[in-house]
T-cell receptor, first 111, second 110 residues
Framework: DVKVTQSSRYLVKRTGEKVFLECVQD?????MFWYRQDPGLGLRLIYF???????EKGDIPEGYSVSREKKERFSLILESASTNQTSMYLC??????????FGSGTQLSVL | RKEVEQDPGPFNVPEGATVAFNCTYS??????FFWYRQDCRKEPKLLMS???SGNEDGRFTAQLNRASQYISLLIRDSKLSDSATYLC???????????FGQGTELSVKP
């Protein structure tokens, strides 16, 4: 069964902390994505990657960075967490423009 | 204008009803269209792709109108288990990048 695994289901951090959200997929997909989902705003794309060591900004990259050192792993980094980054973070992967497979999400609270 | 816009929800319908969701998109060059379903506190999952000629999967029918840049999802004979948020998804300017609509919440009541 295909799988996208996010490292934490719930995370609580303090303002100013550096936060790492990890995502691993076992489907050998080229494309990986990080979204955040907020009530009333839907899913918004933060960053995506077409291949190892490649990354592209999405619609709301400010305050975030990413790392893709291996094909199966895509990390989202909050350099200095702020309260407005409290959100549900969803990782996804796909092959070409075929369907997205999502992880179960990380609910991040920044206090 | 948002790249992908959906009908505002929530839609509250009785079991057995037929319900339709609409979605408009702004990028005339978009080639890939999908409907995803998201249950409460769960991740989105693909419900169906939308093809140019329209397509059907059981009680679900998807239509695409390129001229009007519009897609739709029709659900016939609604079940309680259809209660969820339905997300319209369209590919953007950059290759595999997919743009999500805000979602339309459906609640099917007994």
């Amino acid at each position: 069964d295909v799988k996208v695994t996010q490292s934490s289901r719930y995370l609580v951090k303090r303002t100013g902390e550096k936060v790492f959200l990890e995502c691993v997929q076992d489907m050998d997909h080229e494309n990986m994505f990080w979204y955040r989902q907020d009530p009333g705003l839907g899913l918004r794309l933060i960053y995506f990657s077409y291949d190892v060591k490649m990354k592209e900004k999405g619609d709301i990259p400010e305050g975030y960075s990413v790392s893709r050192e291996k094909k199966e792993r895509f990390s989202l980094i909050l350099e200095s967490a702020s309260t407005n980054q409290t959100s549900m973070y969803l990782c996804a992967s796909s092959f070409g423009e075929r369907k997205l497979f999502f992880g179960s999400g990380t609910q991040l609270s920044v206090l | 204008r948002k790249e992908v816009e959906q009908d505002p929800g929530p839609f509250n319908v009785p079991e057995g009803a037929t319900v339709a969701f609409n979605c408009t998109y702004s990028n005339s060059a978009s080639q890939s269209f999908f409907w995803y379903r998201q249950d409460c506190r769960k991740e989105p999952k693909l419900l169906m792709s939308v093809y140019s000629s329209g397509n059907e999967d059981g009680r679900f029918t998807a239509q695409l109108n390129r001229a009007s840049q519009y897609i739709s999802l029709l659900i016939r004979d609604s079940k309680l288990s259809d209660s969820a948020t339905y997300l319209c998804v369209v590919n953007g300017n950059q290759g595999g990048k997919l743009i999500f609509g805000q979602g339309t919440e459906l609640s099917v009541k007994p």
